[in-house]
């Protein structure tokens, strides 16, 4: 399977705290994406890094690429109640269009 | 901008009938879209591609006759889960893309199916 790993799988921190979430893939990639889903809802994209980037900021997010290692992070700043939802990170790895999703990191953000 | 809508949201049926969810581009023509499947706390897996005006291109191990995709138009598609069981019961997402940007997705709210 081309799918990738993503760890936590669940992640519970209070408001305030910064959350970390890893991904990691298994093949040459153009992009990196990552997208946030509240339960039972679709997804909503949060950012995008291509291949030849290494870091990316967009507002409380802070995303990295590591080509060599075939990893990216998700960094969530001063987090918020609101930001309790699964967060998924996507590869461009199925080519096509295809996105080849992540199993996810459900976060639990504790008022 | 770029929204895409699912309808119905919820939809409970009895097993052995038909059931159609549509997925709409509201505010952009959607050359390409994909329907994924997900199951409870898991993660999204790509059903099929389907292009307008062309046949859909379905992943491996996906029954295309048991679930129909029609892209008609550049703003509708259609996933027909024929003869639905139990096993079908699933959240089904569609999502469009191809027109602002070759690499983002939008996504629609997705549809809950229940196959009693």
């Known amino acids: 399977s081309q799918q990738g790993e993503e760890d936590p799988q669940a992640l519970s921190i209070q408001e305030g705290e910064n959350a970390t979430m890893n991904c990691s893939y298994k093949t040459s990639i153009n992009n990196l994406q990552w997208y946030r889903q509240n339960s039972g809802r679709g997804l909503v994209h949060l950012i995008l890094i291509r291949s030849n980037e290494r870091e990316k900021h967009s507002g409380r997010l802070r995303v990295t690429l590591d080509t060599s290692k075939k990893s990216s992070s998700l960094l969530i700043t001063a987090s918020r109640a609101a930001d309790t939802a699964s967060y998924f990170c996507a590869t461009d790895a199925g080519g096509a269009q295809k996105l080849v999703f992540g199993q996810g990191t459900r976060l639990t953000i504790n008022p | 901008g770029a929204v895409v809508s699912q309808h119905p949201s919820r939809v409970i049926c009895k097993s052995g009938t038909s059931v159609k969810i549509e997925c709409r581009s509201l505010?952009?023509?959607?050359?390409?879209m994909f329907w994924y499947r997900q199951f409870p706390k898991q993660s999204l897996m790509l059903m099929a591609t389907s292009n307008e005006g062309s046949k859909a291109t379905y992943e491996q191990g996906v029954e295309k006759d048991k679930f129909l995709i029609n892209h008609a138009s550049l703003t509708l598609s259609t996933l027909t889960v024929t003869s639905a069981h139990p096993e079908d019961s699933s959240f089904y997402i569609c999502?469009?893309?191809?027109?602002?940007?070759?690499?983002?997705?939008?996504f629609g709210p997705g549809t809950r199916l229940t196959v009693t």
């Open positions: 999502s469009a893309g191809g027109q602002r940007s070759s690499y983002e997705q939008y």
């Open positions: 505010d952009f023509q959607a050359t390409t």
